[in-house]
Protein backbone atom coordinates (compact mmCIF):
# COMPACT_ATOMS: atom_id res chain seq x y z
CA UNK A 1 0.00 0.00 0.00
CA UNK A 2 1.71 3.86 -1.14
CA UNK A 3 1.40 6.67 1.13
CA UNK A 4 -1.15 9.41 0.23
CA UNK A 5 0.33 12.10 -2.12
CA UNK A 6 1.44 15.05 0.12
CA UNK A 7 0.78 17.76 -2.32
CA UNK A 8 -3.01 17.43 -4.22
CA UNK A 9 -2.86 18.08 -7.63
CA UNK A 10 -4.01 21.61 -9.09
CA UNK A 11 -6.46 22.23 -11.88
CA UNK A 12 -7.76 25.22 -13.34
CA UNK A 13 -10.88 26.07 -15.77
CA UNK A 14 -9.93 26.67 -19.03
CA UNK A 15 -12.65 27.48 -22.28
CA UNK A 16 -12.46 23.71 -23.03
CA UNK A 17 -12.92 22.63 -19.53
CA UNK A 18 -11.27 21.90 -16.30
CA UNK A 19 -7.43 20.52 -16.63
CA UNK A 20 -5.17 19.38 -14.84
CA UNK A 21 -1.86 21.12 -13.93
CA UNK A 22 1.69 19.14 -13.71
CA UNK A 23 3.22 19.11 -9.85
CA UNK A 24 5.38 21.96 -9.35
CA UNK A 25 3.43 24.57 -11.86
CA UNK A 26 1.79 27.20 -11.36
CA UNK A 27 -1.11 28.12 -13.14
CA UNK A 28 -0.91 31.38 -15.91
CA UNK A 29 -2.42 34.72 -13.94
CA UNK A 30 -3.60 37.41 -15.84
CA UNK A 31 -0.62 39.89 -14.16
CA UNK A 32 1.85 37.15 -16.09
CA UNK A 33 -0.11 37.46 -19.25
CA UNK A 34 -0.11 41.50 -19.12
CA UNK A 35 3.33 41.78 -18.41
CA UNK A 36 4.43 39.40 -21.65
CA UNK A 37 1.80 41.69 -23.33
CA UNK A 38 4.07 45.17 -21.88
CA UNK A 39 6.97 43.30 -22.43
CA UNK A 40 6.86 42.81 -26.81
CA UNK A 41 7.75 45.32 -28.79
CA UNK A 42 5.80 47.96 -30.17
CA UNK A 43 3.33 47.36 -32.92
CA UNK A 44 2.08 50.09 -35.21
CA UNK A 45 -1.55 50.98 -34.96
CA UNK A 46 -1.51 51.23 -38.50
CA UNK A 47 -0.51 49.95 -41.82
CA UNK A 48 3.04 51.17 -42.84
CA UNK A 49 3.29 53.00 -46.52
CA UNK A 50 6.49 51.17 -48.15
CA UNK A 51 9.40 53.65 -48.37
CA UNK A 52 9.98 53.68 -52.33
CA UNK A 53 12.25 56.41 -53.02
CA UNK A 54 15.94 57.02 -53.45
CA UNK A 55 18.38 54.88 -51.95
CA UNK A 56 15.69 52.65 -50.76
CA UNK A 57 13.65 52.09 -53.94
CA UNK A 58 14.26 48.41 -54.66
CA UNK A 59 12.59 48.24 -58.13
CA UNK A 60 15.08 51.41 -59.51
CA UNK A 61 17.99 49.64 -58.22
CA UNK A 62 17.31 46.50 -60.87
CA UNK A 63 17.60 49.22 -63.72
CA UNK A 64 19.99 47.70 -66.70
CA UNK A 65 19.22 51.31 -68.83
CA UNK A 66 22.00 53.23 -67.18
CA UNK A 67 25.33 51.27 -68.40
Known amino acids: MSAPDP????SEPTP???QTLVPGVRP????D????L???PMRPRAAQKP??????DDVARNQ???F
Not at 28 to 31: A, D, E, S, W, Y
Not at 33 to 36: E, F, H, I, Q, W
Not at 51 to 56: A, E, N, Q, R, S
Open 7 to 10: VPLQ
Open 16 to 18: EGE
Open 28 to 31: VTTR
Open 33 to 36: RLGL
Open 38 to 40: MSA
Open 51 to 56: LDIGLF
Open 64 to 66: LDL
